[in-house]
């Protein structure tokens, strides 16, 4: 608090002279985080300045949810605004006279079409974090079985994988506890995981699914074979919106919200996230979610 307070001595000077009550916000240091709030007031006896009182409030949690909020609202404009600057510059284009050209109002229309379906998946997806935010999920009566859901979502992402030469694998061990969670968002959960190891991972890699009991914890690995995350990134890669490669992944669609998606489902029922990884090498992607007492699969 050493700059702080001094800063504040420097302030009663000024109040001093001034013999006027103050609010001012001080930081420790230029770079340490923590911000305070200084009111001070005057002890006057007879009209004479014999003191005055200084009290300090630690604002430091409220500016940084502040902060986050006002970058909130300005990635959510901002990834709204690409596709909808695509789509209205593909439908004017058409509408000032390419339309006569089949070929190119068919191309024109397509990337319409996905520029939609991105705008559409973004709201999806800002809908579902709204839902969970702040929610405790209460335990449920009869939880999901990873392993079912596992190979469901296997199945379903399977074309996916195909197309772009991704081999899948599941290792699940025939008894195991289910988890406390419904089907849909362990599915949702798990979708989001594959579907980033088939996406982040080139031409003859592989994705496996492997699961657990350890501790009355159901735990959960995808691990990949893919490019990698670089170090300075893995802690962020959970925060919405973030992408190690901006680029890359709008390219294939993706808004930067699956992994807060999966963070938040997974919190929400008690459990924990994690991710390791090593660029070039692959990634694995973990989480726990608290098991059901009774074992079965
Ligand atoms: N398995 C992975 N391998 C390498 N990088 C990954 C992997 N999973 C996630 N990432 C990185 O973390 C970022 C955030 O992932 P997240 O799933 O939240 O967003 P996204 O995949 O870009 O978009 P969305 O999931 O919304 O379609 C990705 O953009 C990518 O840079
Ligand atoms: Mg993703």
Redesign the pocket.
């Known amino acids: 608090m050493g700059h702080a307070v001094l800063l504040s001595l420097v302030t009663i000077g000024i109040y001093v002279v001034l013999r006027e009550a103050l609010a001012i916000t001080l930081r420790q240091t230029p770079t340490a985080p923590q911000t305070f709030i200084v009111h001070m007031a005057p002890i006057l006896d007879m009209e004479r300045v014999v003191g005055a009182v200084l009290v300090l409030r630690d604002v430091t949690e409220l500016r940084r949810l502040e902060q986050m909020r006002t970058e909130f609202v300005a990635n959510v404009s901002h990834e709204l605004r690409t596709p909808l600057t695509s789509i209205k510059g593909f439908a004017e284009t058409l509408l000032e006279g390419a339309l006569d050209d089949k070929e190119i109002t068919r191309r024109f229309l397509g990337i319409i079409n996905l520029e939609t379906n991105r705008l559409q ?1 973004l709201i999806d ?1 800002l809908l579902s974090l709204a839902r969970l935010e702040g929610k405790r999920v209460e335990p449920l009566a009869s939880g999901a079985s990873v392993s079912v859901v596992g190979k469901k979502v296997m199945t379903l992402l399977a074309p996916l994988a195909e197309e772009r030469g991704v081999e899948l694998h599941a290792h699940m061990p025939e008894r195991l506890p289910r988890a406390r969670i419904s089907e849909d968002l362990l599915g949702q959960v798990l979708i ?2 594959v ?3 088939i ?3 080139p031409k003859g890699g592989r994705v496996e699914m492997r699961a657990q009991e350890h501790e009355g914890l159901v735990q959960v690995a ?1 691990a ?1 074979t ?4 670089p170090a300075e ?1 893995i802690s962020r ?2 925060e919405r919106f ?5 680029a ?3 390219h ?11 963070k938040h489902i997974v919190e929400a029922h008690g459990g924990t996230v994690g ?1 390791e ?1 090593r660029v070039g090498r ?2 694995t ?1 973990t989480f726990t979610l608290p098991s059901e007492p009774a074992g079965e699969t």
Request: aromatic share 10%; proline share 0%.
């Open positions: 998946r997806d989001n995981l579907e980033n190891g996406k982040y991972t995808v990949d893919g490019i990698g995350i990134s890669v959970f973030y992408r190690v490669e901006k890359r992944s709008r294939m669609g993706g808004t930067g919200l699956g992994l807060a998606i999966v991710a990884s692959g990634s992607f």
